[in-house]
């Protein structure tokens, strides 16, 4: 923990976490579910910071908390998908030093709806913008970020840790002359720049494609099926270290 302390207190950039399930590690004889790892990912460095196991997807919340009290968070960026929007995660973060940009789905109530009504309200003044288009294997992808700083109301209605801005990412793929489009809305405690915005919330990807991708593609671990003891959790954490740069 003390090596991940001073790390961390050098980091000037984006922390993402994430969870990952080692789907192989399970025993149906016993009925033991399959280990559950929660990662802490520096997305620039491509560096694991820390982890914390557990034998539940659903136990993941309280592990982010463990695992953020184990690093210094000043200065740096904490990025997490919805299952930690969470008013206690989201004050921790703050407490520690750090700043969060956390994806808002619906499991906060009527949170999500309020601020998707409020940001596609067209007779709002328009917010600063930035557009990102990228192409590859195929697809083409064009990412638009947006901020919008006027949360008085939200702060009213929903009284949430730190918030100073909502921002909306909007992202669009064409595949094989197929188009989807997907929104996305995070909780920010400080305000972003449109660019800087866009940066991050494509950073908080960086933990599926330059950790967990590799894990299960290079290393196979979803198809090792180490489950006796502490076996999983201990052959995970070498894999892992085989990933340091």
Known sequence: ?????????????????DGKTLRGSFDRASGQSPLHMVHAWATDQRLLLGQIATDAKSNEITSVQKLLAMLSLKGCIVTADAMSCQRAICAQIVEQGGDYAITLKGNQGSLHDDARLFLEDPDRPAEATHTTVDADHGRIETRTGSVCTDIGWAQDQHAWPGLAAIEKMVRTREIRGKTTMETSYYFLNTPLSAPRFTEVARA????????????????NEDRKRNWKDHGPENIGLLRRLALRP
């Open 204 to 219: 908080q990807w960086g933990i599926e494609n330059g950790l967990h991708w590799v894990l299960d593609v290079t290393m």
């Open 1 to 17: 923990m003390r090596f991940m302390e001073r790390f961390a207190q050098g980091l000037d950039g984006v922390i993402a976490i």
